[in-house]
């Protein structure tokens, strides 16, 4: 399989508007009193039936390094999403969202520290922009910033969500995206469940299935099988920080669609944190070299 590098990072953004559109799904969800490790649980056996059914024959044929890839990007993957779960417990939406988007910063610091690869010059405007867009984006500009343990906890989310992405686009390349998928499935499951029968069994009681299965089906079959094997392929065939800026308009998506769906209002803020992430990420798109002026 081979694509370019447009087309990857358009499947990176279709990934970003469908994560952004899973936000309500989520929300209906902790509505209904289900916690984090159990929507893991259900959404990664949900991912990894479905992985299964499309893709057995690659699955079939892995081997024992395709295994390891997997539970190590699986586990990754896993920490990243119950830390920022976790840290909105203590902390507020828009603090948690803003921090969560702060992967786009450590992730070139990954890069340079482990693999000794300098970002382009470009990457440094362009993260600044837009965490500055985020900064509009959730309020915390206007509202001002104070930190808790949410906020903490959120920060260590955004470095296995950095993390992930640096894997996915540098130590994945010789497994099958395929394979990679059904891994990510059977670790979110997996580990969702452990989680959920060590620390939420006291709050199964509380929950609301009729409501709050359905939303998470949804979020099994779009967000997870998906949006993830989006990102899987996506990021064989381009890089990590232009995918991380990318996949960052996650969180601008999903305030579009809660606008658009009346659960919040539209408001100037809203645009501006939009348009500067945009930027930022046209900013990573463009190749500088090619306006240098003739000698």
């Keep these: 399989m081979q694509i370019s590098k ?53 699955i ?44 786009v910063v450590i992730i070139p ?14 990457s440094y405007p362009a993260i600044i922009i837009a965490i500055v867009g985020m ?18 906890l959120t920060l260590i989310s955004a470095f296995f969500y950095a993390l992930q992405i640096v894997y996915f686009g540098m130590r994945t390349m010789n497994t099958s995206p395929f394979v990679l998928s059904f891994m990510l499935g059977i670790t979110q499951s997996g580990f969702g469940l452990i989680w959920s029968l060590l620390f939420e069994h006291a709050s199964y009681g509380a929950i609301n299935w009729q409501a709050g299965l359905w939303p998470v089906i949804v979020l099994g079959i779009v967000s997870s099988f998906g949006a993830q094997s989006l990102q899987i392929i996506g990021q064989r065939f381009t890089d990590p920080t232009p995918a991380g800026l990318i996949l960052m308009t996650e969180s601008m ?18 645009l501006l944190g939009g348009v500067l992430i945009i930027i930022a990420i046209l900013i990573m798109q463009l190749d500088f070299s090619r306006f240098k002026p003739v000698k």
């Design 60 to 103: 079939m044929k892995m081997s024992r390094a395709d295994i390891q890839i997997g539970l190590s990007a699986g586990l990754i993957n896993f920490l990243g999403y119950q830390f920022q779960t976790w840290g909105l417990r203590y902390t507020t939406p828009s603090n948690n969202a803003f921090l969560t988007a702060i992967y």
């Design 135 to 152: 900064g509009f984006l959730t309020n915390i500009l206007q509202n001002g910033f104070t930190l808790h343990i949410g906020d903490l």
């Design 109 to 122: 610091i990954i890069i340079w520290v482990i693999y000794k690869r300098r970002p382009e010059a470009k």
């Design 6 to 58: 447009g087309r990857a990072n358009l499947m990176l953004l279709m990934a970003a508007m469908i994560w952004g559109a899973g936000y309500i799904f989520s929300k209906m969800a902790t509505n209904a009193h289900m916690q984090a490790g159990l929507i893991n649980a259900i959404r990664g056996l949900i991912y990894t039936g479905l992985a299964f059914l499309f893709f057995h024959k690659a």
């Design 253 to 270: 998506f999903g305030s579009l669609f809660s606008v658009a769906l009346g659960f919040e209002p539209f408001t100037v803020h809203l």
